[in-house]
């Protein structure tokens, strides 16, 4: 169990260029999860996958974002025509179906720098 | 909706010292409680849980929590504290049923000085 991975881990983009980050979750979860963290502020919620499907996006992720996880194992999260209030820290964890569900691993983050 | 408020942003204390960290939550429905611990330039990581059961829980690394309906508090603390303590603190919210989205606080650095 190699954990969660993310790629790459930092990040710098002039405005108005796309950009693609990448998760790994740990083999065998089922449920993936990604979360945008700003400085001095918490994580906050943008989208969450089961397998393949994705289940609920946050309406924080406009139409400039999208993810996507095809058979349900690694996830791309990609943002077009960024902006520098896009800067921040993406935060990718998994979680398995189940009991354990609630518990949520997350990886070590990409930093997104706008300038 | 649910919403997580950690009043203190930040939080000086000397090694050895108890530290207490604030965590109220507001949510119409039952919900799982947690606090995650980041390191610099890491990700998050999981310092302990509240599911059911006893209020009072025990995580990793010493510390501890209590969950107070009645308050809608979820405090965590630790008796002695460590250099290596030092680092930034979340509690977060989530629903006990579906898919368990985190609902985070904004945190609170916890500074501990020789």
């Known amino acids: 169990d190699t954990g969660v991975s993310q790629d790459p881990r930092h990040k710098i983009t002039k405005r108005g260029q796309n950009v693609t980050f990448r998760c790994d979750p740990i083999?065998?979860?089922?449920?993936l999860y990604w979360y945008r963290q700003t400085l001095g502020q918490g994580p906050e919620f943008l989208t969450y996958?089961?397998?393949?499907?994705?289940?609920?996006k946050s309406r924080l992720l406009s139409d400039r974002f999208s993810a996507e996880r095809p058979k349900g194992s690694f996830s791309t999260l990609e943002i077009q025509r960024t902006e520098q209030g896009d800067s921040a820290m993406y935060l990718c964890?998994?979680?398995?179906?189940?009991?354990?569900?609630?518990?949520?691993?997350f990886g070590p983050g990409t930093r997104l720098t706008v300038t | 909706a649910q919403s997580v408020t950690q009043l203190d942003s930040q939080v000086p204390v000397f090694e050895e010292a108890p530290v207490e960290l604030r965590c109220n939550y507001s949510?119409?429905?039952?919900?799982?409680l947690f606090w995650y611990v980041q390191y610099p330039n890491q990700g998050l990581q999981l310092l302990l849980k509240?599911?059911?059961?006893?209020?009072l829980v025990k995580g990793i690394n010493g510390f501890e929590a209590e969950f107070n309906k009645s308050q809608t508090s979820f405090h965590l603390r630790k008796p002695s504290v460590h250099i290596s303590d030092t680092a930034e603190y979340f509690c977060?919210?989530?629903?006990?049923?579906?898919?368990?989205?985190?609902?985070f606080g904004t945190g609170t650095r916890l500074l501990v000085s020789p």
């Open positions: 509240y599911l059911s059961g006893s209020t």
């Open positions: 083999s065998e979860h089922n449920r």
């Open positions: 964890a998994s979680s398995p179906i189940g009991q354990k569900g609630y518990e949520q691993y």
């Open positions: 977060a919210v989530s629903l006990n049923t579906g898919f368990q989205k985190l609902v």
């Open positions: 949510s119409s429905v039952s919900v799982y």
């Open positions: 996958f089961q397998n393949e499907a994705q289940l609920e």
